[in-house]
């Protein structure tokens, strides 16, 4: 069994929230995970259908480290603990999954872990600094890695390579089980620990699912966002093409939900072929009108305490041409809903682990009968089908996962928004923000009875929605 160290004293390096989590009720530490790692390697055909066989190939020691945010009263904590694999796209740890859905983990009462799991989270690298994801006319900001950013603290962490990322990520979610008092919880103990993963953390996802859930304990549930069509293979990450025909084994007792944007089914991430149909086990929800990461990914969720006025959100969330730095061909994707989503989405399927009852079910993005590699597009511009918000339906932009084909290349990664002129919103709101208003808020209304929009955000979201009305 692994062994555990901590709470190691002072912060964790962890860029994740610019607020302050104790004055929410949460405790904030880090613990040192260390053991004796299997890799693997295929024990027959890793075909499209996901039914991959994996067998071990060698054994390796290592030390990681694990970021625990959990309630500090006992009373407050739902019992549901959300072990998140950490992306390392740029160089260092980012919690995808946590900036996208710490709002709902927060006040609902989950402990979350942020799992350094891949061996460029400690030593350094990433996808962005070689091959052809660098664009060398304009660099992208590449973060420091724990032993760059902290020498002395993390001088203790030894990563043998991401053929050993998969069973790390095994004996994290261990260690998230031990019993309160023996674990990495303080005084509290999991009912049930869910995996999530974003983007390239959600490529390695989909290969655990398929290859290593079958061999190992495994988890209660999986939240995989903004996978590609082709995953991780069992030796890690490799830098090639991203489109793939891969689907999720759904023949494991633990239920899945697969988010995808417009950006990961017809954009950069090239995850169309690998559609499959739902069933007992697996929920696909492919979200209109979303790109990969937005303003709310790249400013807006880093001070969202739900504190904020929602004037201040706007703001945050306004459309930027430039947010690494670098003017864009359009602004990127202004539109919160991947945001509110991935909340109903983690709800659902806590439910789905914790009652047993299945997220609904939602249509996929329609293609485009001309050109089946891209949306069906409505009279406006916005894709149609997919699960539908206000954000799409009563619009003042056309806000997409695509649209940034001639801007540097990470641009891709952040669709576009193009807003409304006066005429076309005049057209469509006579009385200017009152008919908007009320047509937003009823939208928004069905969603929630949906099941694509938590009650919970309702009143924030009609907000919003009125001081982010243009004029």
Same mark, same amino acid.
């Given at each position: 069994?692994?062994?555990?160290?901590?709470?190691?004293?002072?912060?964790?390096?962890?860029?994740?929230?610019?607020?302050?989590?104790?004055?929410?009720?949460?405790?904030?530490?880090?613990?040192?995970?260390?053991?004796?790692?299997?890799?693997?390697?295929?024990?027959?055909?890793?075909?499209?259908?996901?039914?991959?066989?994996?067998?071990?190939?060698?054994?390796?020691?290592?030390?990681?480290?694990?970021?625990?945010?959990?309630?500090?009263?006992?009373?407050?904590?739902?019992?549901?603990?959300?072990?998140?694999?950490?992306?390392?796209?740029?160089?260092?740890?980012?919690?995808?999954?946590?900036?996208?859905?710490?709002?709902?983990?927060?006040?609902?009462?989950?402990?979350?872990?942020?799992?350094?799991?891949?061996?460029?989270?400690?030593?350094?690298?990433?996808?962005?600094?070689?091959?052809?994801?660098?664009?060398?006319?304009?660099?992208?900001?590449?973060?420091?890695?724990?032993?760059?950013?902290?020498?002395?603290?993390?001088?203790?962490?030894?990563?043998?390579?991401?053929?050993?990322?998969?069973?790390?990520?095994?004996?994290?979610?261990?260690?998230?089980?031990?019993?309160?008092?023996?674990?990495?919880?303080?005084?509290?103990?999991?009912?049930?620990?869910?995996?999530?993963?974003?983007?390239?953390?959600?490529?390695?996802?989909?290969?655990?699912?398929?290859?290593?859930?079958?061999?190992?304990?495994?988890?209660?549930?999986?939240?995989?966002?903004?996978?590609?069509?082709?995953?991780?293979?069992?030796?890690?990450?490799?830098?090639? @093409? !991203? *489109?793939?025909?891969? #689907?999720?084994?759904?023949? =494991? %007792?633990? $239920?899945?939900?697969?988010?995808?944007?417009?950006? /990961?089914?017809?954009?950069?991430?090239?995850?169309?072929?690998?559609?499959?149909?739902?069933?007992?086990?697996?929920?696909?929800?492919?979200?209109?009108?979303?790109?990969?990461?937005?303003?709310?990914?790249?400013?807006?969720?880093?001070?969202?305490?739900?504190?904020?006025?929602?004037?201040?959100?706007?703001?945050?969330?306004?459309?930027?041409?430039?947010?690494?730095?670098?003017?864009?061909?359009?602004?990127?994707?202004?539109?919160?809903?991947?945001?509110?989503?991935?909340?109903? @989405? !983690? *709800?659902?399927?806590? #439910?789905?682990?914790?009652? =047993? %009852?299945? $997220?609904?079910?939602?249509?996929?993005?329609?293609? /485009?009968?001309?050109?089946?590699?891209?949306?069906?597009?409505?009279?406006?511009?916005?894709?149609?089908?997919?699960?539908?918000?206000?954000?799409?339906?009563?619009?003042?932009?056309?806000?997409?996962?695509?649209?940034?084909?001639?801007?540097?290349?990470?641009?891709?990664?952040?669709?576009?928004?193009?807003?409304?002129?006066?005429?076309?919103?005049?057209?469509?709101?006579?009385?200017?923000?009152?008919?908007?208003?009320?047509?937003?808020?009823?939208?928004?209304?069905?969603?929630? @009875?949906?099941?694509?929009?938590?009650?919970?955000?309702?009143?924030?979201?009609?907000?919003?929605?009125?001081?982010?009305?243009?004029?």
């Amino acid at each position: 069994m692994s062994s555990l160290s901590g709470p190691i004293e002072g912060d964790p390096k962890l860029i994740s929230t610019f607020f302050d989590l104790g004055a929410l009720g949460y405790v904030a530490e880090e613990y040192f995970l260390s053991g004796d790692a299997r890799s693997y390697e295929t024990a027959g055909e890793t075909g499209d259908d996901g039914r991959w066989q994996a067998r071990e190939s060698g054994r390796a020691p290592f030390t990681t480290r694990m970021v625990v945010y959990r309630p500090a009263d006992p009373a407050a904590f739902n019992g549901s603990v959300v072990l998140e694999w950490l992306n390392v796209t740029a160089g260092a740890d980012a919690p995808a999954g946590w900036l996208t859905t710490h709002r709902h983990l927060l006040r609902a009462g989950f402990a979350w872990i942020g799992v350094s799991v891949q061996r460029v989270s400690v030593e350094g690298g990433g996808i962005l600094t070689t091959g052809s994801a660098r664009d060398d006319a304009h660099p992208p900001i590449v973060l420091p890695a724990l032993k760059q950013s902290d020498a002395g603290r993390y001088a203790a962490l030894a990563h043998p390579g991401d053929a050993f990322a998969l069973d790390i990520f095994t004996q994290a979610g261990a260690a998230a089980r031990r019993p309160g008092g023996s674990g990495v919880l303080g005084p509290l103990t999991a009912s049930r620990v869910l995996a999530m993963g974003q983007s390239q953390s959600a490529a390695y996802l989909v290969t655990y699912v398929n290859a290593i859930a079958p061999i190992a304990d495994g988890f209660d549930g999986y939240l995989i966002h903004g996978r590609p069509g082709r995953p991780a293979h069992l030796a890690g990450w490799r830098h090639e @093409a !991203l *489109a793939g025909g891969v #689907r999720v084994r759904t023949d =494991g %007792a633990a $239920p899945i939900l697969v988010l995808q944007s417009e950006t /990961d089914v017809f954009g950069v991430l090239a995850s169309l072929g690998s559609r499959q149909p739902d069933d007992d086990r697996l929920r696909l929800w492919e979200v209109a009108g979303a790109a990969h990461a937005d303003t709310y990914t790249m400013a807006g969720a880093f001070s969202d305490s739900g504190g904020l006025s929602a004037g201040e959100l706007a703001t945050l969330l306004a459309p930027k041409t430039a947010p690494l730095g670098v003017a864009y061909e359009a602004p990127i994707n202004s539109g919160p809903q991947q945001h509110y989503v991935a909340q109903a @989405a !983690l *709800a659902a399927l806590d #439910r789905w682990a914790r009652e =047993g %009852a299945p $997220p609904p079910v939602a249509d996929r993005l329609f293609r /485009d009968p001309d050109d089946p590699s891209a949306p069906r597009l409505d009279r406006h511009g916005i894709a149609t089908g997919g699960v539908r918000t206000p954000w799409v339906d009563v619009p003042v932009a056309v806000l997409s996962g695509l649209g940034q084909e001639r801007s540097p290349r990470p641009a891709m990664l952040f669709g576009s928004t193009h807003p409304f002129d006066a005429a076309t919103l005049a057209a469509l709101y006579p009385s200017g923000p009152a008919d908007y208003c009320a047509a937003f808020q009823a939208s928004a209304e069905r969603t929630v @009875a949906a099941g694509f929009l938590l009650a919970e955000d309702l009143e924030e979201i009609v907000a919003l929605a009125a001081a982010s009305f243009p004029g």
